[in-house]
């Protein structure tokens, strides 16, 4: 049985920052991502890392390039989304899934706004 947790979402002001955190249990996956969908729009790949937790290979959106960085650390089997420079279009709820598991979190809302 696999379970994720997602935490760490809040409401934040253009600028700020947010540190999501994403605890799985069952197993340790290869890769896993960060996902988010806004509302009225589909679920989209923010970020993704292997199980090497290099954080050099990892893959972002083209829209957070730069401002969005993705860790691991496998001895707490948690994922991690460090989130700075945050636009009113980052707003969305946040989803962590291991690469094409098909499993899913609660997600975790983050609301940029002033």
């Known amino acids: 049985q696999v379970q994720l947790v997602e935490s760490g979402g809040g409401l934040v002001q253009p600028g700020g920052s947010l540190r999501l955190s994403c605890a799985a249990s069952?197993?340790?996956?290869?890769?896993m991502g960060w996902y988010r969908q806004a509302p009225g729009k589909q679920r989209e790949l923010v970020a993704r890392i292997t199980s090497y937790g290099r954080t050099d290979l990892a893959d972002y959106a083209d829209s957070v390039k730069g401002r969005f960085t993705i860790s691991r650390d496998n001895a707490k089997n948690t994922v991690y989304l460090q989130m700075n420079s945050l636009k009113p279009e980052d707003t969305a709820v946040y989803y962590c899934?291991?690469?094409?598991?098909?499993?899913w979190g609660q997600g975790t809302q983050v609301t940029v706004s002033s």
């Open positions: 899934s291991p690469w094409g598991s098909g499993y």
């Open positions: 069952g197993s340790i996956f290869s890769i």
